[in-house]
Structure formats: structure tokens, C-alpha cells
């Protein structure tokens, strides 16, 4: 009988996507994410009201 482990993707990662990442990628994706926190997300509802 064999028995496969199957782990868990990160809450954020459903797909695994950023196991196809490079670290210089993920740092990347991540400084997009912190200005979109910091500099866009604030103003969306009264943008779209």
C-alpha cells in the first residue's frame, strides 16, 4: 500500500503559484502588494460608490 502526503497551499496560494516564483519575483510581487495597501486600496470605495 502506499500512502501519499498531500500538503496544504498557503491560504493566499490556492494554486501554488508561488512555488514558480523566484525569490527576486516574490519580493517584486510583494512591493506591488504593500503600494496597493498603502496607496489604493483606501480610496476604492469612494471611487466606485
Not at 14 to 20: I, K, M, P, V, Y
Amino acid at each position: 500500500m502506499t500512502t501519499t502526503t498531500i500538503t496544504a497551499a498557503p491560504a493566499g496560494d490556492l494554486l501554488a503559484l508561488d512555488d514558480l516564483l523566484s525569490p527576486g519575483e516574490i519580493a517584486w510581487r510583494d512591493d506591488v502588494r504593500a503600494f496597493v495597501d498603502r496607496a489604493i486600496r483606501p480610496h476604492v470605495g469612494r471611487w466606485f460608490r
